[in-house]
């Protein structure tokens, strides 16, 4: 069975600062990858997504992350906090089980920025 | 190109009745995945169709039902409603299921009193 596990429910980082959204995840077969934003009152949105090649993806608005297949982790990071990406943030995974694709979604983090 | 679109936004119903869901999705997608969100249970995935026939399905009761049709187009089915049914039900369309990237509605607010 799959799962994904995202360490803190909240981040809260400083406009401009660093963000870093952990997710990591368990697969028994090679996973495709995926980082949602979620906005109030509002459907899911993909930001990125990894299915194979390049193990560093690039997604919208500034955001990437970094499929580590050692550390079955997927982290989204993004150089510059705004305002803007104050959100819901979801991973998820989507493996191949006996022909069935069942998506596992992590909990979320929300993430805050301050001025 | 329109989104996927979910009608109604907004239901409220009272236990023990039942209610249908719809969900259009994007022009030229065959998939269509059903989730429910709730605060204690995150995002949990119901179903998905492609080509009007089930591919995949989640752990829920078989009181939640589901079909698509030639269209693409694809309604949920709640019988027998309960309070802990209360929830945002999202839709989400893609091309193909699998890898391919899922775009979602604006979901429906379901209230169960």
């Known amino acids: 069975a799959q799962s994904v596990t995202q360490l803190g429910s909240h981040v809260s980082v400083s406009e401009g600062a660093l963000v870093l959204l952990r997710c990591n995840y368990s697969?028994?077969?090679?996973?495709?990858l995926f980082w949602y934003v979620q906005y109030p009152n509002q459907g899911l949105q993909l930001l990125l997504k990894?299915?194979?090649?390049?193990?560093l993806v690039k997604g919208i608005n500034g955001f990437e992350a970094e499929f580590k297949k050692s550390e079955t982790s997927f982290h989204l990071t993004k150089p510059s906090a705004h305002m803007s990406d104050a959100a819901e943030y979801f991973c998820?995974?989507?493996?191949?089980?006996?022909?069935?694709?069942?998506?596992?979604f992590g909990r979320g983090t929300s993430l805050i920025v301050h001025p | 190109k329109a989104g996927v679109t979910q009608t109604p936004r907004y239901l409220i119903k009272t236990r023990g009745q039942q209610v249908t869901l719809s969900c259009s999705p994007i022009?030229?997608?065959?998939?269509v995945s059903w989730y429910q969100q709730t605060p204690g249970q995150g995002l949990q995935f119901l179903f998905e169709?492609?080509?009007?026939?089930?591919?995949n399905k989640g752990n829920f009761p078989g009181r939640f039902s589901g079909r698509q049709f030639s269209n693409s187009r694809s309604e949920m089915n709640v019988s027998t409603l309960e309070l802990g049914d209360s929830a945002l039900y999202l839709c989400?369309?893609?091309?193909?299921?699998?890898?391919?990237?899922?775009?979602f509605g604006p979901g429906t607010r379901l209230t169960v009193t």
């Open positions: 169709y492609f080509s009007e026939t089930q591919r």
């Open positions: 022009s030229g997608h065959r998939s």
């Open positions: 990894y299915t194979t090649g390049a193990t």
């Open positions: 998820a995974v989507r493996s191949s089980s006996g022909g069935s694709y069942i998506p596992t």
């Open positions: 697969s028994s077969v090679p996973p495709y």
């Open positions: 989400a369309s893609s091309w193909e299921t699998g890898g391919y990237e899922q775009y």
